[in-house]
């Protein structure tokens, strides 16, 4: 099992900054793969970035150059700096811990951009 547990969403003005912390704690294997995703009212679940163990990372297209995916092994700890915030990017932000054998979830952290 693993747990996940979000921190750092809140309200910001567009524009502004903020920054998500994911720790993840109980059996942590290598080679995992951390990401964040979101969910806004009425929409689904979508990928916002995602970084591998070598710290390949992968992102939307609506975040690049915006959002920064980062990740230190030694905390088991992922990171999303996100920057130029717009409105739209208003959602339940939801970490994730994947590996082959199970994928597990955070319980989310609300995220409102302001206009």
Do not use: H
């Amino acid at each position: 099992q693993v747990q996940l547990v979000e921190s750092g969403g809140g309200l910001v003005q567009a524009g502004g900054s903020l920054r998500l912390s994911c720790v993840a704690s109980g059996s942590i294997f290598s080679g995992n793969t951390m990401a964040w995703y979101r969910q806004a009212p009425g929409k689904q679940r979508e990928l916002v970035a995602r970084i591998v163990s070598d710290n390949n990372s992968v992102y939307a297209d609506s975040v690049k150059g915006r959002f920064t995916i980062s990740r230190d092994n030694a905390k088991n700890t992922v990171y999303l700096k996100m920057n130029s915030l717009k409105p739209e990017d208003t959602a339940v932000y939801y970490c994730n811990y994947w590996t082959t054998q199970a994928s597990y979830w955070g319980q989310g952290t609300q995220v409102t951009v302001s206009s």
